[in-house]
């Protein structure tokens, strides 16, 4: 059984910050490989300031590169629009993986929004990576709230594929001050590069 981290998001863009917590899960909780799902859109999320898919997709690959990441494109091959239809589809596809669903605690705190949050809790184990300034928000989160009674302690963060579902465990690691945020506010043309570069013909 291969052991995998899904960590779903914009990507708008992939920058350090992901890829450190993401070597930083792989580390905590034992995995082979993580992989990261580029969303097409997310519902939760304005559409204005969100880069081409393409581009975000672009950057989460060159961010990945010579690290056990892989930045996929599969719910927009696929058309889910919700992360618990991606789950569920990945959990059909690969019976012979073990899969834990890897989310910030900004997203704990606003977990009971999603599309049957509850649903998600059911089909994989979840990590929470702290970050600063959310966590109490997180902690004191609706969804915390059902979630509680699941929780697992961080030392046995490495033993999440023997775990029943619902579980979940609180990960802490150095943060990483990168914001996506900041680089888009720094240069709100960041794609435009990558979109020329997805663009122009091959020299092969």
Avoid: C
Wanted: aromatic content about 8%; proline content about 8%; overall charge positive.
């Amino acid at each position: 059984m291969r052991r995998i981290g899904l960590l779903g998001g914009s990507f708008n863009p992939a920058h350090r910050g992901h890829r450190h917590v993401t070597l930083a899960a792989i580390r905590a909780l034992g995995l082979d490989e993580a992989w990261w799902l580029v969303s097409p859109g997310n519902p939760l999320k304005p559409a204005a300031g969100m880069a081409p898919f393409a581009a975000r997709l672009a950057s989460a690959r060159k961010m990945a590169r010579r690290a056990p990441i892989r930045a996929s494109d599969i719910e927009a091959r696929a058309g889910t629009r919700y992360t618990v239809d991606t789950l569920r589809m990945l959990v059909r596809r690969h019976p012979k993986a073990r899969f834990v669903w890897i989310m910030g605690a900004d997203n704990l705190a606003q977990f009971d929004r999603w599309r049957d949050w509850r649903g998600i809790a059911r089909t994989m184990p979840i990590a929470v990576v702290a970050r600063p300034g959310y966590e109490g928000r997180a902690l004191a989160a609706p969804a915390m709230g059902w979630l509680r009674r699941f929780r697992r302690p961080a030392r046995q963060a490495k033993h999440w594929a023997e775990w029943s579902v619902p579980a979940l465990v609180l990960l802490r690691f150095r943060p990483d001050p990168t914001s996506a945020t900041a680089i888009r506010a720094a240069d709100p043309d960041w794609h435009a590069p990558v979109a020329t570069s997805i663009s122009a013909p091959s020299t092969d």
